[in-house]
């Protein structure tokens, strides 16, 4: 692999007040002292496996090639859903096969089962993972070991239901799939679909109680208080309120539709 | 002290959102630049000795020997309670005499009040020793001062009250002594005590509004939604909800009884 | 600059559930692999610039000459605010011109205005300045670009509106400016204020619901549960509760007004 990254990042549903995120830096740390250890998010909500696979799309691929991304959202520890490690252009992804690596398989990938031991915690717990298998193959990944050492290729991940939005020429009906911490509600309606709506004239956007005429280019724009549509830094149709809350000021929840409809 | 670790770790109550947990992280890299710094957890619920305790007990001993772990649940902070310095098993403390430490101290340890003020900052506040004091010491022991430097050896550890449970041939009478990020009720009851339970033959588990008549081996036994109980990642009896909240949905918190009971 | 130190710190309002943070980690690691990044907070509230600047100021000077800070509290991105990086007694200070670094600015300081998009990631959002901006010139700063090749100098930065105390015979007039993780009312009144009043005689505090006849020395002074005023560790007058939340049990809540009153 790549020598010019040192870095392991983490994304799991963990939370900060237990010791469980520690825990894997702990035995990271015993394999690879020199690890550099970035984490981009433990508070994804827990079981979200959604909100983790979004988080991951929209960071993973701004680290150094050759970067290992432990992922856990492992609402299934313990059954049977395979731990896997997965290579997506020059970065290295380790965490259970259960959709948490669907957004980022729309590029080539190659994964692979963990089923050689040697490389794990011994006697793993059936209930953290985290720490005793998906930790120490983070770290060892990390120090050089072969992805094809850890176990055998797999031809497929399991795909997480995504609902795609539905383009047509009366226009766009999407979804909300995140709320983010300013209470921006982010689509799951790309920028190359707004774009053809708007090639063919007028429309309108509605979410909860709003409805915009247009596209803002900035926040410069909007007055405050205002709700506006705009393309959010994720390239997603985004509304927002201008030093507002959206969420809450338009009671709209993770979920809730969202309509671009062309104007006659 | 052994030089392969260049780890000092974070246990507070300090929270997120205020400037103290980085004035310990500027004092420790003002003196020790290549220290790595890893959050253990600074959201312990404020002046929650015993969870500090539970945290510490949990995640220390998994980092390399050497390390040191800075830890700070302080209520006490500018009383007489003693600052400290405790090696167990290789592993180093620093912070309050108040109890935080009691967990760990099972085993053998040598201690130290910090008396010494030529490794402390000039004029340290009273309301601030996690900078002024504790940072410091973490920061010069893990940069070779040996630990007999910082004071006179002192013979015991203040102990903090820990329920223990209640064993006999009837069965245990335990009580919940942590809630995790998942609403999982973690007991203080050890894995060997319902080991002895098991060995007498069938049995009850009582918490909250839940009764479970066995003990699940893996998360995969137990169907979405009901509780479930069993031993989690840290030795001791669990009760779960599989994919969902045991504490909100049994309405058990932190102090509830819990209750194994053997059936004739 | 100073080679002494390889830090980045960050202090934000992006929160931890999103990847907005790390995304801001990744451009640096790309751009300085050796960087340690140091959270300061990234829980500032929401678009509060005056929270955002208290926790620069108490933290920012305890770093290694030579840290750079990146700070992104920004509800103004995309309009004309200015891109900033400035210097002040040897610390480096990277991000928008509005009010954040006013505390900070009462040392004598160097601004210059980002304009050279040499050191930017290309076709910046509008939306996410702290990835397309702010975090490349911190890395590139970091790495040894000098601080003039960022743009033109600038002879004042903005500054934000801070209620000043009103001082005279009668006694001091204050705000609460600050609510800690513990329910701590920090004010705007500094020591020194406090002192002259001690100098002449007797006096009382007024905060909310509570009356306080002197000044604390340490917690070890004050009754579990009773309020107590104190110098706090930033060097301003606090209101606290021993073992209790004083916001909380006072019902005072930023913004409240607190009187220092001298007897007669």
Redesign the interface.
């Known amino acids: 692999m790549s020598s ?4 392991i ?1 983490l994304t799991t ?8 995120v ?2 894997m ?3 990271i ?2 394999i690879i ?1 020199e690890a ?12 979200d496996i959604m ?1 983790g696979a ?3 799309r ?2 993973a691929f ?3 090639k050759g970067t290992v991304h432990l992922a856990v959202v492992d ?6 859903r395979r731990p896997l490690v997965v290579e997506i252009d020059g970065q290295y992804f380790v965490g259970p096969d259960n959709g948490l690596f669907s957004l980022l398989a729309e590029k080539e990938y190659r994964a692979f089962e963990i089923t050689n031991t040697d490389y794990l915690r011994t006697n793993p ?4 993972h985290g ?1 005793d298998i998906f930790a120490p193959t983070a770290a060892h990944l990390l120090s050089g070991v072969p992805i094809e050492a850890f176990g055998k290729q797999i031809p497929e991940l399991i795909s997480y239901r995504w609902a795609a939005p539905i383009n047509d020429q009366e226009g766009i009906q999407g979804m909300v799939l995140h709320i ?3 209470g921006n509600l982010i689509s799951n309606i790309p920028a190359e679909y707004i774009q053809e709506v708007e090639d063919r004239g007028r429309f309108k956007i509605y979410v909860g109680s709003a409805i915009m005429n247009s596209l803002s ?4 724009d909007v007055p405050d208080g205002e709700p506006a549509a ?1 393309i ?2 994720s390239g997603m149709l985004e509304v927002i309120i ?2 507002g ?1 959206a969420s809450e000021m338009l009671s709209v929840q993770k979920g809730a539709s969202i309509s671009v409809v062309s104007q006659k």
Do not use: E, M
Request: no cysteine; proline share 8%.
């Open positions: 010019d990254s040192r870095i990042t549903d963990f939370g900060t007040q237990d010791y469980y520690s825990a830096k702990a035995v740390l015993g002292p550099r250890l970035i984490d981009v998010s433990n508070d994804i909500p827990p079981q909100a979004w988080v991951l929209n960071a701004l680290f150094p609402p299934g520890v313990g059954t049977a717990s059936n209930t953290f720490r983010d911490h300013y280019r900035t926040f410069a705009i959010g830094s201008n030093k809350n």
